[in-house]
């Protein structure tokens, strides 16, 4: 191998600097060639080792017979960059030497692969098969940690729900999130590396798929429309950025030269699957279909192919309230001929205690809350007979019967579902919450796909997606809420029309310039409301969340116009990569009511604070507190909170960045992959709210405000931030030149 010439540094620094120059006059940003396309690249050599320069290389798709070239340098190597995915053959050719075809090549999204082919002496008509271990395809370059779940993977394992993203499980630093990929703020549902699971970033077919608001990923396609797709867990390149956790590329399957298509049904029902071991009943009702078809092939052989995939999801299932409401409420005490029920044994004893010391006029009071809040949490009435001595607690006149009314206020307990005006009420008797619910889904997936080979130089690729989606029953985690002891009340609905489009042009400027330009366009139309309309929550801890869901409604409509460019370059044995991308992101009206129903919390009460006496006579012992479902009973919460304010905002948002990166093959078995990236986020600026403080006279305008955060470099109390340059370098190295074991750092 000749050494590579000493004045590499110079023809380095000056290309890097070449491709920073061209990037900031063209005002660019971010791209991901590699998100969509793999590299194909090797040695070609003679019988004896030594490289042999000026050979073509030809790389031919199987499926649509585009094809591709590049020439071997000074040193045998070869590379060609921005391939699809699929199945090639490869050729090569040399004067002086037979013609080799190697017929089977498998590339694979964001692969960066290594392909060596040795040429035998003879006649350029002569035509020699190479296969077996001589020509595996190995990634010796590549210093990302990345993981691919292809077609054979996605089409056997078995997977809940279809949702192919939950492939990457399969990967050892993936773990699921234990947040919901669902409701009104979800995630990915994914969990990289410790990070949570809005850190990560989803791209389809090169294209940014996220939801921006709350940094989930958007509904995607079918998993029937998935050719494969690539988990990027660490040591990212330059082109990729905006996400503290992973990358999941996603590449849709086009059409070829034959036609292929399918029809598929998949149903899970209750009579042939193993019950729900926490229904709280025998058979719960379960109906899951999930149905389908895809058809692809050419408008015109060898340049014009389609695909379309349609599914459709169909869900009746159950919903389960599982928690023991009664919180140990068994015991009862009497005194006096009245009886004192649903209260917990260390009550009990408590009163019992009081009793035996003489304490009755103590015990009686005490019995009377913990009983009445018991008695009325748990079924709405209390039996108890109100005695004078209790004048001091409720305004509920002596010698009458508690019934259904609050102790301590002597309201009306509001037991049903609605009111007179045919409004919900929150409030419910904890024994009559219904234990099984609903669950409902409506979800569709629609896309279409069109690869057209403009000429041999140009082709050109447009994909829409049309996904709607209407879920009910959903039950949130928001605000340490458990699942299974969410009250139907509690669950929500969502409403979701995800709109996709993107069209990507990849010309070959030559052997050695390959230039990728894309057109993202997404709109989200999302909606989610609390299935108990305006009626207050009640969260009472380690029992119940009854009433509205707290993060509701929420309604807004995203879109997304986005514009990226990439140049690849290839200079002797550096493959060079800049480009970027400009983002503008629009939510003209966005709302979002967070608590402004109210919210109760009930999480246990001090008896001290009703009876003082409890506490303050000698002699006696510290009284139980009362249990959160007494408190609930009794309707005298720990806590109110109320929110308020105008709930409609706007958000403009346009996130730019760019990068320039090289890959420099130092040797055959010694790679650097080197430089950087910039990204910024213009969000626009908030008008400040004025400030006047009539105690102290202090007294700020809007523009004292600005003022005020211009001079500190916050914007509406966040600091400004332009300064996010990263550099990234990475090494890989192949110690005993035959693929087999790589090091790898960055």
Request: glycine share 8%; proline share 6%.
């Amino acid at each position: 191998m000749r050494a590579f010439p000493p004045q590499w540094q110079s023809v380095c620094v000056r290309l890097l600097s070449l491709c920073a120059a061209i990037i900031f006059t063209a005002s660019a940003v971010m791209a991901q060639a590699q998100s969509n396309a793999a590299d194909l690249r090797g040695y070609v050599r003679d019988p004896a080792g030594a490289a042999i320069a000026g050979a073509v290389v030809t790389v031919r798709n199987t499926a649509t017979n585009v094809t591709r070239e590049a020439t071997s340098n000074d040193d045998g190597l070869y590379q060609i960059t921005n391939l699809p995915p699929g199945d090639y053959e490869v050729t090569v050719e040399a004067a002086n030497f037979k013609r080799a075809v190697v017929p089977d090549v498998k590339l694979t999204v964001g692969q960066r692969a290594d392909l060596d082919v040795p040429l035998e002496l003879g006649e350029l008509g002569a035509t020699v098969t190479v296969s077996g271990a001589t020509t595996d395809v190995v990634e010796t370059s590549r210093t990302a940690v990345a993981t691919t779940v292809d077609q054979q993977r996605i089409d056997n394992l078995p997977i809940n729900e279809r949702n192919y993203l939950s492939f990457a499980l399969t990967t050892s630093t993936v773990s699921r999130d234990n947040t919901r990929p669902i409701g009104p703020a979800p995630t990915t549902g994914l969990n990289f590396g410790g990070q949570r699971g809005r850190s990560n970033l989803v791209q389809v077919d090169g294209a940014d798929h996220t939801d921006n608001s709350v940094n989930a990923a958007r509904s995607t396609v079918s998993q029937e429309a998935v050719q494969e797709f690539q988990v990027v867990t660490n040591s990212f390149a330059p082109e990729f950025g905006r996400t503290a956790g992973g990358v999941v590329n996603v590449v849709t399957k086009s059409g070829t030269n034959d036609f292929h298509g399918n029809v598929f049904g998949f149903i899970r029902h209750r009579s042939f699957q193993a019950r729900n071991a926490f229904a709280p009943i025998e058979d719960p009702p379960f109906t899951r279909a999930q149905y389908g078809a895809t058809l692809g092939g050419p408008f015109n052989k060898d340049r014009t192919f389609f695909f379309f995939a349609f599914e459709q999801r169909r869900r009746q299932e159950s919903g389960f309230f599982t928690s023991d409401v009664t919180q140990n409420l068994t015991s009862s005490v009497t005194i006096a001929g009245q009886t004192f029920r649903n209260i917990s044994p260390a009550q009990a004893t408590y009163i019992n205690t009081l009793v035996g010391a003489g304490a009755t006029a103590l015990a009686v009071p005490y019995a009377f809350l913990a009983s009445s809040g018991g008695s009325t949490g748990l079924n709405g009435t209390n039996p108890l007979l109100i005695f004078p001595g209790l004048a001091a607690l409720t305004p509920i006149t002596p010698g009458t019967q508690v019934g259904g009314r609050f102790l301590l206020s002597g309201a009306p307990v509001p037991v049903g579902t609605v009111n007179a005006l045919g409004q919900p009420i929150a409030f419910r008797p904890l024994n009559l919450l219904q234990r099984v619910f609903p669950v409902t889904e409506n979800t569709s997936f629609t896309s279409f796909r069109l690869d057209h080979q403009i000429n041999k130089n140009n082709l050109f690729t447009v994909r829409f997606g049309y996904n709607p989606s209407e879920i009910a029953g959903i039950q949130v985690e928001s605000q340490n809420q458990s699942l299974g002891q969410n009250d139907v009340s509690r669950t929500g609905f969502q409403k979701l029309r995800d709109y996709s489009l993107v069209a990507t042009l990849n010309s070959t400027l030559s052997n050695t310039m390959v230039n990728e330009l894309r057109f993202n366009f997404g709109e989200r139309r999302a909606l989610f409301k609390s299935q108990n309309g305006d009626a207050a929550a009640f969260n009472i801890t380690g029992t119940a969340f009854i009433g509205r869901e707290l993060f509701s409604p929420v309604q807004r409509t995203e879109t997304r116009y986005e514009f990226t460019d990439t140049l690849n370059m290839i200079v002797g044995n550096h493959t060079l990569k800049f480009g970027g991308d400009a983002a503008f992101i629009r939510i003209p009206s966005a709302i979002f009511e967070l608590n402004f129903a109210g919210l109760f919390n009930f999480g246990g009460q001090n008896p001290c604070a009703l009876v003082s006496a409890l506490c303050t006579t000698p002699g006696l012992p510290a009284p139980p507190d009362l249990t959160p479902v007494q408190q609930y009973g009794l309707g005298f919460p720990s806590s109110f909170i109320q929110g308020f304010g105008n709930p409609v905002s706007s958000l403009k948002n346009t996130p730019l960045a760019f990068f320039v990166q090289d890959s420099w093959k130092i040797r055959p078995n010694l790679t650097l992959n080197y430089g950087f990236r910039y990204d910024v986020e213009l969000t626009e600026q908030i008008a400040p709210v004025p400030f006047r403080d009539p105690l102290s006279g202090i007294n700020l305008s809007e523009n004292d405000i600005l003022a005020a955060q211009n001079a500190l470099g916050v914007q509406q109390g966040f600091p400004r931030d332009k300064d996010n340059w990263a550099p990234r370098f990475a090494i890989a190295w192949d110690p005993q030149n035959n693929g087999k074991t790589v090091i790898r750092a960055a």
